[in-house]
């Protein structure tokens, strides 16, 4: 029973937690933030241009990319820290007990390493990155979504992961 219940929150292919998985923690390190007075921050990590990857290079190149990333990303946080497959090919991690200035310095951990991987840079595939913590300025607006709009406005050289900053609580 605990191989299936732990095969039913791990993505297949690139072997990180699940989307099922992320909302649980989410919402558990939500509940912990609020019982203890901690920050929690998310990081999206964002591939891009990954429709024409698969468009271009072939879905087998494109599924090598997804689990290098998710590989890249494991290898890049702590152990507390919590890697998911967002989307298609979309990463988050879930930072507990991080600020901001944290969350933004393990995307630019996550860049650095992806600089120095070989399949990365003789690729010339990238990633957008977007980060936000709670609580922060109080507002509506999601972390997830606080951290996917940083994506959207913050990267404006491909080579380069965007920041950005939001707050508020899903």
């Given at each position: 029973?605990?191989?299936?219940?732990?095969?039913?929150?791990?993505?297949?292919?690139?072997?990180?937690?699940?989307?099922?998985?992320?909302?649980?923690?989410?919402?558990?390190?939500?509940?912990?933030?609020?019982?203890?007075?901690?920050?929690?921050?998310?990081?999206?990590?964002?591939?891009?241009?990954?429709?024409?990857?698969?468009?271009?290079?072939?879905?087998?190149?494109?599924?090598?990319?997804?689990?290098?990333?998710?590989?890249?990303?494991?290898?890049?946080?702590?152990?507390?820290?919590?890697?998911?497959?967002?989307?298609g090919e979309e990463f988050l991690v879930i930072l507990p007990e991080t600020d901001a200035d944290g969350a933004?310095?393990?995307?630019?951990?996550?860049?650095?390493?992806?600089?120095?991987?070989?399949?990365?840079?003789?690729?010339?595939?990238?990633?957008?990155?977007?980060?936000?913590?709670?609580?922060?300025?109080?507002?509506?607006?999601?972390?997830?979504?606080?951290?996917?709009?940083?994506?959207?406005?913050?990267?404006?050289?491909?080579h380069t992961p965007g920041y950005g900053e939001s707050g508020g609580k899903v």
């Amino acid at each position: 029973f605990r191989q299936t219940e732990r095969l039913a929150m791990i993505d297949g292919l690139t072997g990180v937690f699940n989307r099922r998985y992320m909302d649980i923690m989410l919402k558990k390190e939500f509940n912990r933030c609020d019982r203890y007075g901690k920050s929690l921050s998310v990081c999206i990590l964002d591939i891009d241009d990954f429709k024409n990857i698969n468009d271009t290079r072939g879905h087998q190149f494109g599924d090598e990319v997804l689990r290098a990333l998710s590989a890249l990303v494991k290898d890049t946080i702590r152990e507390e820290d919590v890697v998911c497959r967002y989307g298609g090919e979309e990463f988050l991690v879930i930072l507990p007990e991080t600020d901001a200035d944290g969350a933004r310095a393990l995307a630019e951990r996550a860049h650095a390493a992806l600089k120095d991987s070989p399949l990365f840079r003789k690729s010339g595939v990238t990633f957008s990155a977007g980060v936000a913590t709670y609580p922060a300025a109080a507002g509506d607006v999601s972390v997830e979504r606080g951290a996917q709009m940083a994506i959207g406005g913050g990267c404006h050289d491909c080579h380069t992961p965007g920041y950005g900053e939001s707050g508020g609580k899903v």
